[in-house]
């Protein structure tokens, strides 16, 4: 076990719906991190929070948006849905910023757009 | 652009013997870090080892091990005594020193036969 907790671990939708997926990073981690493992494009860099604030940012869709609240959890927001964002959603924590640590993930939440 | 590639997209190997799994990269930096994630069934990705890459000694974690050519910009894991529950995805992940983001392979699906 990680210490990372995502919910829901399946999620079931329908084109044009919006969904949320939260993350519990393990305790005391300042940063967390949204990744995406999709059969196409493989597993792609979201975005990621260091303490509140945005520190990076990948190949997010503008469709999706993502925050961390000041009790350190994470929401990645995915609207207007299409066939194509069905994936599997990974969150993964550090304890600083990330940049000279290791990244522990979450069981990810399979998200099925039908 | 940093890339990484795993050039066999499935391995197989016999209990207890020894398997090389391959991994290139791509990259213009001079200091970055290295990585093997494991994805079982489960679906987590669990951390199997880490190369920095300003050490010329090899990582290795208990039966696993890494070859790493920096010149040839190669990362191999090697697996020693094979055991069942090593059955999974395996992938090559790349960070710059100082990024926020892994790149990642494409992964090597690994079955042990019994």
């Known amino acids: 076990d990680s210490g990372v907790t995502q919910t829901p671990k399946h999620l079931i939708t329908a084109t044009g719906q919006r969904v949320t997926l939260r993350c519990s990073p393990r305790?005391?981690?300042?940063?967390v991190y949204w990744y995406q493992q999709s059969l196409d494009q493989g597993l792609q860099f979201l975005i990621q929070?260091?303490?509140?604030?945005?520190?990076a940012k990948g190949n997010i869709l503008e469709r999706f948006s993502a925050q961390q609240f000041p009790d350190l959890h994470s929401e990645l927001n995915l609207s207007s849905l299409e066939l194509g964002d069905s994936a599997l959603y990974f969150c993964?924590?550090?304890?600083?910023?990330?940049?000279?640590?290791?990244?522990?993930f979450g069981s990810g939440t399979q998200l099925s757009v039908l | 652009a940093q890339t990484v590639t795993q050039s066999q997209p499935e391995m197989s190997v016999q209990e207890a013997e020894t398997v090389t799994l391959s991994c290139t990269y791509d990259?213009?930096?001079?200091?970055?870090?290295l990585f093997w994630y494991k994805q079982p069934p489960s679906r987590q990705m669990i951390l199997v080892i880490r190369?920095?890459?300003?050490?010329?000694q090899n990582a290795t974690e208990n039966r696993f091990s890494v070859n790493f050519q920096k010149a040839a910009k190669s990362f191999s894991l090697k697996i020693s005594d094979s055991q069942l529950g090593d059955a999974a995805m395996y992938f090559c992940?790349?960070?710059?020193?100082?990024?926020?983001?892994?790149?990642f392979g494409q992964g090597t699906r690994l079955t042990i036969n019994p």
């Open positions: 993964a924590s550090s304890g600083g910023d990330g940049s000279n640590e290791k990244l522990f």
């Open positions: 305790s005391g981690d300042l940063s």
């Open positions: 929070y260091y303490n509140g604030e945005e520190r």
């Open positions: 990259t213009s930096e001079s200091d970055y870090y």
């Open positions: 190369q920095e890459a300003y050490k010329q």
């Open positions: 992940a790349y960070k710059w020193w100082g990024a926020q983001k892994l790149v």
